[in-house]
């Protein structure tokens, strides 16, 4: 067994508000220290918001669970401080192979074109990458940043008011009553937060197991991902096999519906199953087993009152896409910027209801996916398994079935077309930059684009003119100057001017175009700002 | 926007279904299903144009 699991990483210490004569009030209480839950922390604290993160448990979770994180959460985590160890220690690959039956129908290549700070994927286990969040957890803490974690602190009741939130936690030393301004339930699919504020969560069951199973072995597959559609090692069924750090190998096998789940996750039969499919003579031993089941639903709503829902407490999809745990960085990144200025009292709190708008886009976005993936793997009639082997048949001869094949559409950072907080287009430009998406990175030289618009509103001038800052309504927006010359491999202009000769952007704090122009014109500007502020 | 052509576009349309029905002989309703199934998506691809499709999978639908 890993040592990582047993170790507490936030280990119960009595707080002085168990001790208090009456509840105190914090500014924001987390609940949930998973991978959403630590970066909602970390990011608030950053600001200088002042936060406590409640756990049930007092380690990392058990077991690799998420593992595969996408380029986008790498470039939230770099604005956390935390993305160097994940990148170092995480395994890259960008080679995906596909198998039909007993033979390989074709292979894709992930590797966007150059000029990006860091890799479309790395492989990752979840303790890790929860590991390295609380590490930054402890470094913000010596700096004196408000924030603190608090193991085997249990929530068992909340009362919701107008104007803040009260709880009842449960310790090893029994419970106490403390209250936030506003909570954070990052409490997982199963959210207790839910389940007490009796709030629904709707979607589609998927009749279907998957046996994950975390094995370590010493082996000579390439960092690549593979996937069977029906191999003769698991008939009918699918399977993927994935390199994780440390030599350890995720391998997912499709069960079907009727089946014992826990005969089937007894050790004597789980190894015959993965003997069968890694060849008999290889060694391995097993890290962690269990059997899942998925659903793909959403909350109605993620903003009830003073209680925002991110990550899989609001939002859940199958596993084929990596769009769990990176779509809960993204609902963070999109809520902590809003909570932080409505907190200070620059945005209404009506700001907070655009976290609504645009997460639950990326929710049903990730949720249309997730389901048409899965419709691919596992057919659910007759004609649908026909249509399904007849795209797998042609992929091996024809390049024009290989877009048809979806053993699962991997996360990719959700734009927020028609959201409340963009400004009409105003720039002939690229689409990947137009308002609402997610900036992407360019060179500059020795340094990269993301790191100069973290945090804070910026003015992106391209070979165009701009007053050096803007002060509108309480915020201040200060100008980035480049020129497309900056950037000798053209990524700049690529992406963020095309065809135009210059261009001015607005850019929010959580690093989406909120507006952008061929020129900068201070009215449409300040009206830009405003509305991304949620004040027009 | 190009519209679904509906009315006899098939010079010789009785070899036409010759073929059809011979690239069927000899197989089982399996191997004739998957057959169709293929078939299906490699004239999808060629017409490419998704509202094409789209009125191509209404005018098959209704019967």
């Given at each position: 067994m890993n040592k990582i699991f047993e170790q507490p990483l936030y280990a119960y210490a009595r707080s002085p508000d168990q001790d208090a004569p009456t509840p105190v009030r914090h500014q924001v209480i987390v609940i949930g220290a998973g991978p959403v839950g630590l970066a909602a922390a970390i990011d608030l604290a950053q600001q200088g918001v002042e936060v406590v993160v409640l756990d049930d448990n007092d380690k990392v979770s058990f077991g690799s669970r998420a593992i595969c994180f996408a380029q986008r959460t790498l470039e939230i985590a770099d604005r956390l401080g935390c993305a160097r160890p994940m990148v170092d220690k995480g395994v890259q690959w960008n080679t995906g192979k596909v198998f039909f039956d007993d033979r390989k129908v074709y292979e894709f290549n992930l590797q966007p074109d150059e000029g990006y700070a860091h890799p479309a994927f790395i492989n990752l286990q979840q303790y890790y990458f929860e590991q390295f969040?609380?590490?930054?957890?402890?470094?913000?803490?010596?700096?004196?940043?408000?924030?603190?974690?608090?193991?085997?602190?249990?929530?068992?009741?909340?009362?919701?008011?107008?104007?803040?939130?009260?709880?009842?936690?449960?310790?090893?030393?029994?419970?106490?009553?403390?209250?936030?301004?506003?909570?954070?339930?990052?409490?997982?699919?199963?959210?207790?937060?839910?389940?007490?504020?009796?709030?629904?969560?709707?979607?589609?069951?998927?009749?279907?197991?998957?046996?994950?199973?975390?094995?370590?072995?010493?082996?000579?597959?390439?960092?690549?991902?593979?996937?069977?559609?029906?191999?003769p090692f698991n008939r009918g069924q699918s399977a993927l096999l994935h390199k994780q750090p440390d030599n350890v190998w995720r391998i997912d096998l499709q069960l079907g519906w009727d089946i014992d789940k826990e005969r089937e996750k007894r050790p004597e039969n789980v190894i015959p199953r993965l003997?069968?499919?890694?060849?008999?003579?290889?060694?391995?031993?097993?890290?962690?087993?269990?059997?899942?089941?998925?659903?793909?639903?959403?909350?109605?709503?993620?903003?009830?009152?003073?209680?925002?829902?991110?990550?899989?407490?609001?939002?859940?999809?199958?596993?084929?896409?990596?769009?769990?745990?990176?779509?809960?960085?993204?609902?963070?990144?999109?809520?902590?910027?809003?909570?932080?200025?409505?907190?200070?009292?620059?945005?209404?709190?009506?700001?907070?209801?655009?976290?609504?708008?645009?997460?639950?886009?990326?929710?049903?976005?990730?949720?249309?996916?997730?389901?048409?993936?899965?419709?691919?793997?596992?057919?659910?009639?007759?004609?649908?398994?026909?249509?399904?082997?007849?795209?797998?048949?042609?992929?091996?001869?024809?390049?024009?079935?290989?877009?048809?094949?979806?053993?699962?559409?991997?996360?990719?950072?959700?734009?927020?077309?028609?959201?409340?907080?963009?400004?009409?287009?105003?720039?002939?430009?690229?689409?990947?930059?137009?308002?609402?998406?997610?900036?992407?990175?360019?060179?500059?030289?020795?340094?990269?684009?993301?790191?100069?618009?973290?945090?804070?509103?910026?003015?992106?001038?391209?070979?165009?003119?701009?007053?050096?800052?803007?002060?509108?309504?309480?915020?201040?927006?200060?100008?980035?100057?480049?020129?497309?010359?900056?950037?000798?491999?053209?990524?700049?202009?690529?992406?963020?001017?095309?065809?135009?000769?210059?261009?001015?952007?607005?850019?929010r704090p959580d690093q989406h175009v909120a507006a952008r122009r061929d020129s900068y014109e201070d009215n449409a500007f300040r009206h830009a700002i405003r509305r991304a502020i949620g004040k027009e | 926007m190009d519209e679904l052509i509906l009315t006899p576009n098939i010079d010789g349309a009785d070899d036409f279904y010759a073929d059809l029905l011979a690239a069927h002989d000899g197989l089982d309703k399996a191997e004739s299903d998957a057959l169709n199934a293929r078939l299906v998506l490699v004239l999808a691809n060629h017409i490419g144009d998704r509202a094409i499709l789209k009125q191509a999978i209404d005018a098959a639908k209704a019967r």
């Open positions: 969040m609380v590490e930054r957890v402890r470094a913000l803490q010596a700096q004196g940043a408000p924030i603190e974690i608090r193991g085997r602190n249990k929530v068992e009741a909340i009362g919701t008011h107008d104007d803040h939130v009260k709880l009842e936690v449960e310790t090893p030393e029994g419970s106490y009553t403390v209250e936030a301004d506003w909570l954070i339930a990052c409490d997982g699919a199963n959210s207790p937060t839910r389940r007490m504020l009796g709030l629904d969560f709707v979607g589609r069951v998927f009749e279907d197991n998957f046996l994950i199973a975390d094995v370590i072995m010493e082996a000579d597959f390439p960092s690549e991902r593979w996937f069977w559609f029906d191999p003997k069968a499919m890694l060849g008999e003579d290889v060694q391995f031993e097993l890290e962690w087993v269990s059997i899942y089941t998925f659903q793909c639903r959403r909350m109605e709503k993620f903003r009830h009152g003073r209680v925002l829902f991110a990550g899989d407490s609001a939002h859940q999809v199958s596993p084929f896409g990596a769009r769990g745990a990176n779509s809960g960085l993204q609902d963070t990144d999109n809520l902590c910027w809003k909570l932080k200025m409505v907190i200070d009292g620059t945005a209404p709190d009506s700001l907070l209801d655009s976290y609504d708008v645009e997460r639950i886009h990326g929710a049903d976005e990730n949720i249309l996916n997730s389901t048409r993936s899965t419709d691919f793997i596992t057919p659910k009639s007759e004609m649908s398994r026909i249509l399904r082997d007849a795209v797998l048949d042609l992929s091996e001869h024809y390049d024009f079935a290989r877009p048809l094949v979806n053993s699962g559409r991997l996360s990719v950072p959700c734009t927020y077309d028609g959201s409340p907080l963009n400004s009409a287009d105003a720039l002939d430009g690229p689409s990947e930059t137009r308002p609402g998406s997610p900036c992407p990175d360019a060179p500059l030289g020795d340094e990269f684009l993301l790191p100069k618009l973290a945090g804070k509103f910026t003015l992106l001038t391209i070979d165009a003119d701009a007053p050096e800052t803007i002060e509108e309504e309480g915020v201040t927006v200060e100008r980035l100057a480049l020129s497309v010359k900056d950037d000798r491999t053209l990524a700049l202009k690529r992406r963020y001017l095309g065809d135009a000769e210059g261009a001015v952007y607005l850019i | -």
